[in-house]
């Protein structure tokens, strides 16, 4: 029956990571995404697992924080661009936005898709409007 099979795949849940070394700011983003529907999110709380995550299960969308113990957020997603990462990127971070807008454009010249650059805590209807956008941008999965 390839049209209930089509019809899934349609209706698969947005994949995402999302990174951050503080598990408060984790456990609240996962609260967040829980009240704007069904999505499959991961979580690591430390850059190397994040990246680990990537190579074996690339998500759709991936939110980072960029300020991080183990490597820092221009390091992290260098090694996100040149494992070749297709997805979307949101940003988040408590640092000034002046710091937070050239790490936007720094992901962006390395070819990056980033979809937003938000101070923490971010906002609900600010995080449904970038998982709006990853919807959007979402790349059809290859079936097996």
């Known amino acids: 029956m390839p049209h209930l099979n089509d019809r899934a795949s349609?209706?698969?849940?947005?994949?995402?990571l999302l990174l951050d070394d503080d598990p408060f700011q984790l456990s609240l983003l996962e609260d967040m995404l829980e009240d704007l529907g069904d999505f499959n999110v991961a979580t690591a709380n430390h850059?190397?697992?994040?990246?680990a995550m990537?190579?074996?299960?690339?998500?759709?969308?991936?939110?980072?924080?960029?300020?991080?113990p183990?490597?820092?957020?221009?390091?992290?997603?260098?090694?996100?661009?040149?494992?070749?990462?297709?997805?979307?990127?949101?940003?988040?971070s408590g640092m000034e936005s002046g710091v937070l807008k050239a790490a936007e454009r720094l992901a962006m010249a390395q070819g990056l898709t980033i979809l937003g650059a938000c101070a923490k805590p971010v906002a609900l209807v600010e995080l449904s409007d970038?998982?709006?956008l990853a919807r959007m941008?979402?790349?059809?999965?290859?079936?097996a």
Do not use: W
Not at 47 to 51: N, P, R, T
Not at 70 to 92: C, K, N, P, S
């Open 137 to 143: 941008h979402r790349r059809p999965r290859r079936s």
């Open 47 to 51: 850059s190397k697992a994040a990246l």
């Open 10 to 16: 349609a209706a698969d849940p947005l994949r995402v």
């Open 130 to 132: 970038l998982v709006n």
């Open 70 to 92: 183990d490597m820092d957020g221009i390091e992290f997603l260098r090694h996100v661009a040149e494992h070749g990462y297709t997805g979307t990127v949101v940003l988040l």
């Open 54 to 68: 990537l190579q074996t299960n690339p998500p759709d969308l991936m939110v980072c924080d960029l300020s991080m």
